[in-house]
């Protein structure tokens, strides 16, 4: 059998994004009562049917190692009884949380005597590109149908089983519910021309997100005719200023590099301060090889490093580390590699805290905290959907109300303009 031809593929994305468009209208009038009850019932289905999923998975898993797929992605892939847990306690926290839709975010009355309001509405159709990650699938369904949108699917061939578990099971709740199933669909993963198709569908598609790699997201960005939000890649960096604790820096350190290494919020590069390098690196190195990372720094006795370990983002056991002269030359390296994710300072100096805070540009900025805050869920927002790294419509972690946009409400009585 032959593979499916661009023109294929593309009039298949055509008619999925029209049925979105379409189900995205009805989407706007929900109460909030009814999505919620969708994204409840969406949560048990998935619960019920969690070895179904863990079948694909494994399915999906399989083939990717099979391929000799590197660690770090296998793992975004994988999928467990506690990662299921975890998608579908995120679904029951948007669930939660209050609907953006609707509420009034600005409001006057004009000495003519009109009455304005500017409230919060739906984007319309939003389109996710990702890789591996299946918990993504659930995630962009969640809160774009809490807040009013439909959402085309464009996964990793990857995960394809597991996506497509997935996406049948909210299908099926939806169709239930007497919502239409269109407002959820999974677009076909063999080539990228669906991708193409995706981000070229202006006038179906309102917004694509996409998440994943540095290759995937400038390709998104670059080639896209629909608006786009990007979530950038994450080579965050830690700050051990002079007047750092060593023990709380030590903790922090080890918590960003090794609680999840695979995720963007990772820390990729250390940085310490002159200043306190003869009683900080010791006690820093010894904690993080005691958990197997490979250090590549300029100093000796380590993996020597690169200008491109500088920019690299790891996502493994590896990390970058310099000893650095200064707060004002710790700026300048996060200016010259960071990507605008997250930034963080261990210090018990105020000002040195308020300088860096203030001098840092990222999405997060962290005072003598661990970079893995930077996330939906920990900052109250339910499931998030993406880090946004750009500064137009969204940034930083995005939940409820990136995934809106507003309309202005003007009421009069009769009211005509001078000429």
């Known amino acids: 059998m032959s593979a499916p031809t661009i023109e294929d593929v593309t009039a298949v994305v055509t008619d999925l994004a029209t049925a979105a468009k379409q189900a995205s209208r009805s989407l706007a009038t929900l109460t909030t009562a ?31 190692e099979a391929a000799g797929t590197e660690a770090s992605l296998v793992d975004r892939l994988r999928l467990t009884q506690e990662r299921i847990a975890g998608i579908t306690g995120g679904l029951r926290q948007v669930a939660a949380l209050p609907d953006p839709i609707g509420q009034v975010t600005a409001g006057k009355t004009l000495p ?29 369904f969640g809160i774009s149908f809490k807040a009013g949108n439909a959402v085309l699917l464009r996964g990793s061939s990857s995960a394809a089983d597991s996506n497509a578990a997935l996406v049948a099971i909210l299908r099926d709740v939806l169709a239930e519910h007497k919502v239409s199933p269109d407002a959820v669909a999974l677009l076909p993963s063999e080539t990228r021309d669906s991708v193409t198709a995706l981000i070229r569908a202006r006038g179906l598609v309102d917004v694509v997100i996409p998440r994943g790699g540095a290759g995937l997201i400038s390709a998104v960005v670059r080639d ?24 709380i820096a030590t903790r922090i350190i080890l918590n960003a590099k090794t609680r999840r290494p695979s ?17 900080a690196l010791t006690p820093i190195v010894t904690a993080l090889q ?26 493994s056991l590896d990390i970058a580390l310099k000893v ?24 018990s100096s105020l000002s040195a805290a308020n300088e860096f805070t203030a001098r840092v540009d990222a999405a997060a900025v962290m005072v003598n905290a661990s970079t893995a805050f930077t996330d939906g869920e920990q900052f109250g927002f339910g499931a998030e959907i993406g880090i946004s790294t750009q500064k137009l419509h969204a940034r930083g972690p995005m939940g409820l109300t990136e995934l809106t946009s507003t309309k202005w409400l003007v009421w009069g009585d009769g009211q005509v303009r001078p000429a």
């Open 34 to 64: 009814q999505k919620d009850a969708v994204l409840l019932a969406a949560a048990d289905a998935i619960d019920a049917a969690a070895e179904t999923v863990l079948e694909a998975n494994a399915s999906d898993v399989a083939r990717a």
């Open 112 to 140: 003519n005597g009109l009455e304005l309001r500017q409230v919060r509405v739906p984007l319309g159709v939003v389109g996710f590109v990702y890789e591996a990650r299946p918990n993504v699938t659930v995630d962009g």
């Open 224 to 247: 896209a005719t629909v608006p786009t939000i990007e979530t950038g890649t994450g080579n965050c960096h830690i700050y051990v200023h002079a007047d750092a604790d060593v023990d």
């Open 263 to 279: 995720v963007c919020n990772t820390v990729e590069t250390v940085l310490i301060d002159a200043g306190v390098a003869d009683t």
């Open 290 to 315: 005691a958990q197997g990372v490979v250090i590549h720094s300029d100093e000796p006795g380590f993996e020597p490093a690169t200008e491109d370990d500088w920019h690299r983002e790891y996502l």
């Open 324 to 347: 650095i002269d200064g707060l004002d030359a710790a700026i300048d390296h996060i200016a010259a590699y960071g990507t605008g994710h997250t930034e963080a300072i261990i210090t």
